[in-house]
């Protein structure tokens, strides 16, 4: 808690109150709020965070949603061996798999379809990297095992007295999971929406791996504006991180009771 209002107290002080470490600003400086704004171009980093939070939240809910009901509802053959494995890269390390990420959207070792990188995402060109474009910001971060992991597990503990109920209707599974599963996991859908927003918004490291400019670049990635060769401005850095975590702060808060009941349905509450 004390490095978060140390950021706060930080933000309102002025460059000279900061460089003698003082603990609380003599005099609020609200306008530094405004110039790290203005300064360092938020507004376009703002935008391109939730550009890429949306889409990268739309593909998840699909992939995982769709792979949860799988896994938890239809019995096929090799179901279990291939979530064990699925569940397995859950102890892979993030930076064991940054290089081969890399490579892969960099279309260097793997031949991935072709993506432009002046007309969007939605654009084809003959250029086989995705350096630069949404769909490196957002494609790999579609597929979580964490988040198919926690939909399985309240999707798994659905009576099958209501499945029973639906084929008697004459209804098949996607029916069954539009109209009946979806309805009743709003808190765990909920919950894995809160987790990947976080963790998209906060993403630094690999933003700015696969992006060349600041056209794509979110707000993470943004702070680095307030350091050059004079030194950091650390007020407006602190302003800057401040209102870099305001819309994680404003939605947690917003959702805090279905977040709880979303992670205590799921069988994850210790």
């Known amino acids: 808690m004390f490095p978060f209002l140390w950021m706060i107290s930080n933000s309102l002080m002025t460059l000279g109150e900061t460089q003698v470490r003082r603990l609380l600003p003599e005099s609020p400086q609200f306008y530094n709020y405004i110039e790290a704004w203005e300064e360092a171009q938020f507004s376009r980093y703002f935008l391109n965070s939730c550009i890429i939070v949306g889409i990268t939240i739309a593909g998840l809910l699909v992939v995982s949603i769709l792979s949860a009901y799988a ?8 179901r279990n061996v291939v979530f064990t494995l699925l569940l397995i890269t859950l102890m892979i390390p993030e930076s064991v798999t940054l290089i081969p990420n890399y ?4 279309g260097r070792i793997f031949p991935l379809p072709a993506i432009g990188t002046d007309a969007g995402i939605f654009s084809w060109s003959y250029d086989n990297s995705w350096i630069d474009t949404y769909a490196a910001l957002t494609i790999p971060f579609m597929g979580s095992a964490f988040s198919i992991f926690l939909l399985r597990q309240f999707f798994v503990g659905i009576p099958n007295e209501l499945w029973d109920a639906a084929r008697i209707d004459g209804a098949g599974h996607f029916r069954f999971l539009i109209q009946i599963v979806l309805p009743i996991s709003r808190a765990p859908i909920m919950t894995v929406t809160l987790l990947t927003f976080i963790a998209s ?15 794509l670049r979110p707000i993470t990635v943004g702070l680095y504006n307030f350091s050059d060769e004079a030194g950091t401005r650390t007020q407006l850095l602190m302003a800057g991180a401040l209102i870099t975590i305001a819309p994680i702060l404003v939605l947690y808060f917003l959702t805090q009771k279905t977040f709880t009941e979303g992670i205590a349905t799921t069988g994850l509450k210790g």
């Open 71 to 78: 896994f938890g509802r239809i019995k096929f053959r090799g």
């Open 103 to 106: 490579l892969m959207v960099a």
């Open 201 to 215: 918004w906060n993403s630094f490291l690999w933003p700015l791996i696969v992006t060349n400019s600041d056209r």
